[in-house]
């Protein structure tokens, strides 16, 4: 585990584990690499290097009071990349992340990348807009400022009921994953954690999907209550080439921690396919 200092003088917090063909995880919000655990265990395993960092004012980064938007955080992950010269890699993007993903692609371009997986990712635009009317009110992002502002501890703990789909019959309930959500996110920086929620609702990402010219897996679930799959998901898979989308039926937001084995074995055999 390191560190990183940004050209902006940011710490920026990274994990880089194994070797073989490089695999880089970008979280979602408001957690860290550390919801990635069962990834970097699988893949480390598996012959990959596994690199996952993070995003400044989440996890063990630096809290910055400037610089928490998107097109910092893509130029930070730019950063990282080049320090690491890594090469033929595989990005991987959960929510926030998959914004972060593809708008580095947008800013920096594909010379480095072989491969791209999006998850439960927000691209191309969450919020609900006269060009977006599968997208989710504006009134709701506001709830989510709100509750991170003035009750925090709190909010992350009730967010992740339908976060990972514990309010559906057929899924259990299971604390520890609800108490780790919480000490993840509660790490961060609130005023950084605060910007990031305009980043991942109002940002438009399609120009920087359209730029994607690598093979891409699309994962979403179809019960996410997050990230609506219509307005993403689907509406991605139509707008980056050579994209496949795999949907998960009954599937979570959180679906690569609470179906980690099917999920890891579907991003393996779409990177070795």
Not at 240 to 253: D, F, M, P, Q
């Amino acid at each position: 585990m390191s560190t990183f200092t940004t050209t902006d003088g940011t710490g920026i917090f990274y994990k880089d584990w194994g070797s073989g063909q490089p695999i880089l995880f970008a979280h979602g919000w408001p957690l860290s690499s550390d919801a990635w655990d069962q990834q970097m265990l699988f893949f480390s395993q598996n012959g990959f290097r596994v690199i996952a960092h993070d995003r400044r004012s989440h996890g063990r980064s630096d809290q910055t009071f400037h610089g928490n938007n998107m097109d910092q955080y893509a130029d930070d992950l730019a950063e990282l990349i080049e320090a690491l010269d890594l090469k033929d890699l595989i990005l991987v993007g959960h929510s926030t992340g998959g914004g972060e993903v593809a708008h580095y692609i947008g800013r920096h371009g594909t010379s480095r990348v072989a491969k791209v997986v999006l998850v439960g990712a927000v691209p191309p635009q969450m919020l609900r807009t006269d060009a977006n009317p599968d997208g989710t009110p504006l009134e709701v992002f506001d709830a989510i400022r709100e509750g991170t502002a003035k009750n925090r501890a709190q909010f992350f703990f009730d967010l992740t009921i339908p976060f990972y789909g514990f309010n559906r019959d057929h899924v259990p309930t299971n604390d520890g994953l609800r108490e780790n959500f919480r000490r993840i996110g509660l790490q961060g920086g609130i005023k950084g954690q605060y910007d990031c929620i305009h980043e991942f609702s109002e940002v438009d990402y399609t120009r920087d999907l359209q730029q994607i010219d690598r093979p891409t897996l699309i994962i979403h679930g179809d019960d996410d209550q997050i990230v609506p799959i219509k307005a993403s998901a689907h509406r991605a898979a139509e707008i980056v080439a050579h994209a496949t989308l795999k949907v998960y039926a009954g599937g979570s937001h959180g679906l690569a921690e609470t179906e980690a084995d099917r999920f890891n074995a579907d991003v393996l055999g779409f990177i070795r396919g």
